[in-house]
């Protein structure tokens, strides 16, 4: 695939089920865990960058990609690889919300949005 979209199920199994494969085998899931953020890395940059472009001028752009990014990041240490086909839905709901919680920060975007 040239573009990683964690949402697409044929991400979930040419890549995370592989991986979660591998930790099944025996491979360290510390390892797999940090293969699986830097593969996800320019996905959640992109993401961050496309939530910033809907944002008002006044959001700050630093603060919802950090927080995009961490979030990235803790849901890459919560993978239960024995349930990784149920993750791309925990990783959806981290970065929905920290992109929100980044703009709610400044006041900008109100509680219901």
Do not use: K, N, Y
């Not at 025996?26 to 992109?46: H, N, Q, S, T, Y």
């Not at 008002?56 to 995009?68: F, G, M, N, T």
């Not at 839905?89 to 949005?113: E, H, I, K, W, Y």
């Amino acid at each position: 695939m040239d573009r990683i979209d964690p949402f697409d199920h044929r991400w979930v199994v040419s890549s995370l089920q592989v991986r979660a494969d591998r930790v099944a085998a025996g491979a360290d899931p510390e390892r797999e865990r940090r293969a699986l953020f830097d593969e996800l890395w320019p996905w959640a940059v992109g993401f961050a960058d496309r939530a910033c472009r809907r944002l008002p001028p006044q959001a700050d752009a630093d603060e919802v990609r950090s927080r995009v990014l961490l979030a990235v990041w803790e849901s890459t240490g919560r993978i239960d690889w024995s349930r990784a086909a149920a993750w791309p839905s925990l990783l959806r709901r981290r970065v929905a919300g920290a992109r929100a919680d980044a703009a709610r920060a400044d006041d900008v975007l109100p509680r219901r949005q």
